[in-house]
Structure formats: structure tokens, C-alpha cells
T-cell receptor, first 115, second 113 residues
Framework: EPEVTQTPSHQVTQMGQEVILRCVPISNHLYFYWYRQILGQKVEFLVSFYNNEISEKSEIFDDQFSVERPDGSNFTLKIRSTKLEDSAMYFC?????????????FGPGTRLTVT | QKEVEQDPGPLSVPEGAIVSLNCTYSNSAFQYFMWYRQYSRKGPELLMYTYSSGNKEDGRFTAQVDKSSKYISLFIRDSQPSDSATYLCATQKSSSNTGKLIFGQGTTLQVKP
């Protein structure tokens, strides 16, 4: 069964460093998302991406964040200058298309630890 | 008022019990309702989705939406220890062309053998 994959599973970085989290969405899916989950808190929407453009971004997704689909398979989230409060699980998700936004499939997540 | 509220539990039941998990939401614009299962330190796994009001059944799982009371339920019949996980409800506006999901806090379920 196709699945969303994410690398690395765990990333430790120092405050102020740049990190890139990588995702390979399900191959025939058209919409891609990033969510994050701070330990013990809700899963929060960060950004949605379609046709090489951001469709919507949350208040959390400020200028320190960017997303990119550098090729036909990868989808990345970059945090330019990490802060301690960026420590969280970051989940990538994908969905088949506009009419199936509700059908989102999540990857296993990348645990980001900022020290 | 929070958009989606869910009792975090934990909820502990014996194997074989019927489990009822619930959420409430505040915005009547929400039309799609999803249930995800999340094992510890793993990604959310889509269990079921429903549109508007009504019931949907899939094996031992039944999702129920009551839009008049803004209440979402997930029932698990004949619960198994492998059902032990955190269950997340999520909603989405029908007008959303961006796919943003709004999640509840999640309810932790433990099924004891």
C-alpha cells in the first residue's frame, strides 16, 4: 500500500541553524501539507501546497518557514533559523485531489529537537 | 471557544468492550469529519471520514455525526488491545480549497487484555 515517507526520523539542531525536513508524498497525489505537533498538544496545520504554490498557510508559518517541491517526488519544509519553540514532531501529508481534501494521509513524522 | 474539543482521557476499558469517543465543534461551516488513530510517536492514520450528518460503518468502527448538536462520535465494537492508541477527531470546511484540517486534542484509549 502506498505511503508517505519522511526523513530524517529525528533531527537535532542548534538554535539559529537551518534545517530541511524531507517528505515523499504518495505518488499520484496532488495536494501536500505540513503539520506539526508539539509534545502533548494538538496537531496543528502549517501549510498546504498545490501546483507548486502555497494554497494556505497558518499564522505559525512565518518568514522563517518555506516549502518547496524540488522535483517530481520530494516535498520539503525548511526552517531558516530554528528557535527552541520549533521543537516538535513535523508531519507531512498528501491527498489525492481537490475533491478529496478530507482524505489526507500522513507520514511517520520527523522529530525536531532544537537545543 | 476552541474550534474542536475532545476529552483527552485517558480512557481505559477491558478487552471486548464497546468504546465511545467524542468531539464537539463550534463552527457550523465544518462539513467533513475525520477520525485518525495515532500510536505513540507515530503519524496519524486515517480511519474514517464522513460528510455532513449521519453514520458510517467500517468493520468494528462506526463514525457518527450530529450536526444539530455539533457532536462527532466514534464507536469501536469488540475492542482489542491493539486498539490502544490516541484517537484524533478532525474537521474541515466544505468550502476549503486548501485542505486545512483542524484537529481535536486527541483521546488516549487503553484496552486491557
Amino acid at each position: 500500500e502506498p505511503e508517505v515517507t519522511q526523513t530524517p526520523s529525528h533531527q537535532v539542531t542548534q538554535m539559529g541553524q537551518e534545517v530541511i525536513l524531507r517528505c515523499v508524498p504518495i505518488s499520484n497525489h496532488l495536494y501536500f501539507y505540513w503539520y506539526r505537533q508539539i509534545l502533548g498538544q494538538k496537531v496543528e496545520f502549517l501549510v498546504s501546497f498545490y501546483n507548486n504554490e502555497i494554497s494556505e498557510k497558518s499564522e505559525i508559518f512565518d518568514d522563517q518557514f518555506s516549502v518547496e517541491r524540488p522535483d517530481g517526488s520530494n516535498f520539503t519544509l525548511k526552517i531558516r533559523s530554528t528557535k527552541l519553540e520549533d521543537s516538535a514532531m513535523y508531519f507531512c501529508a498528501s491527498s489525492p485531489g481537490f475533491s478529496k481534501h478530507y482524505e489526507q494521509y500522513f507520514g511517520p513524522g520527523t522529530r525536531l529537537t532544537v537545543t | 471557544q476552541k474550534e474542536v474539543e475532545q476529552d483527552p482521557g485517558p480512557l481505559s476499558v477491558p478487552e471486548g468492550a464497546i468504546v465511545s469517543l467524542n468531539c464537539t465543534y463550534s463552527n457550523s461551516a465544518f462539513q467533513y469529519f475525520m477520525w485518525y488513530r495515532q500510536y505513540s510517536r507515530k503519524g496519524p492514520e486515517l480511519l474514517m471520514y464522513t460528510y455532513s450528518s449521519g453514520n458510517k460503518e467500517d468493520g468494528r468502527f462506526t463514525a457518527q455525526v450530529d450536526k444539530s448538536s455539533k457532536y462527532i462520535s466514534l464507536f469501536i465494537r469488540d475492542s482489542q488491545p491493539s486498539d490502544s492508541a490516541t484517537y484524533l477527531c478532525a474537521t474541515q470546511k466544505s468550502s476549503s480549497n486548501t485542505g486545512k484540517l483542524i484537529f481535536g486534542q486527541g483521546t488516549t484509549l487503553q484496552v486491557k487484555p
